[in-house]
């Protein structure tokens, strides 16, 4: 069996990733996931997690959000934390801005997962075109769908999200590594 082992630094990528990953691996990869509490935890923990890891035939995911920091220190930061003999089995990825960049760049499964169609339309603003380059993408959620609460909104768009269409780079760069992983 192989295993694939996702270290996220809050509990709502957990919940977005639990839909998203079954479309992305074999159904004979058991994926596991380690959430921190938040991203200096995350960090703090990388290596011990990593290397202290035995299940055989694994790999790990580490994600992230970028925030306000420079997306590629972060990633080199992230990279340093993981053992030498761990490196090639460790993908980095980051979510620019925020996980929630990766729902804005699909409005139709934002749409259909609170039942408002009207939202479709904002796939077409200028403004949304590009959702990592959003500042605070869960305020520009909460603009139109005020109740909107992390956990909840990834619980109910992470089925919905299409890599295919999504039009955030960092969601359909994040798909791609995973699906490109070997064993």
């Known amino acids: 069996m192989n295993n694939l082992v996702f270290l996220l630094e809050e509990p709502s990528a957990r919940d977005l990733l639990e ?12 994926v596991h996931f380690l959430v921190f509490e938040g991203k200096q935890d995350l960090e703090r923990n990388v290596k ?19 925030d306000a920091a420079q997306c ?41 997962a609170y039942d408002q169609q009207k939202l479709v339309a904002n796939s077409e603003r200028a403004s949304y075109r590009d959702p990592d380059l959003l500042v605070r993408p869960v305020e520009e959620i909460r603009k139109f769908i005020p109740e909107y609460q992390k956990r909840d909104g990834a619980r109910r768009t992470g089925a919905l999200l299409d890599p295919s269409t999504n039009r955030s780079k960092s969601f359909k760069v994040f798909c791609a590594g995973v699906s490109r992983l070997q064993w």
């Open 72 to 112: 590629t220190a972060v990633k080199e930061r992230l990279a340093d934390h993981v053992p030498p003999d761990r490196r090639g089995l460790t993908l980095v990825r980051i979510a620019c801005r925020e996980l929630e960049s990766w729902i804005i760049g699909d409005w139709g499964a934002l749409a259909k």
């Open 19 to 30: 839909q998203v990953v079954p479309k992305l691996v074999s159904p004979d990869t058991s």
């Open 48 to 66: 011990r997690k990593t290397q202290g890891w035995l299940l055989p035939r694994s790999r790990f995911v580490i994600l992230r959000d970028q």
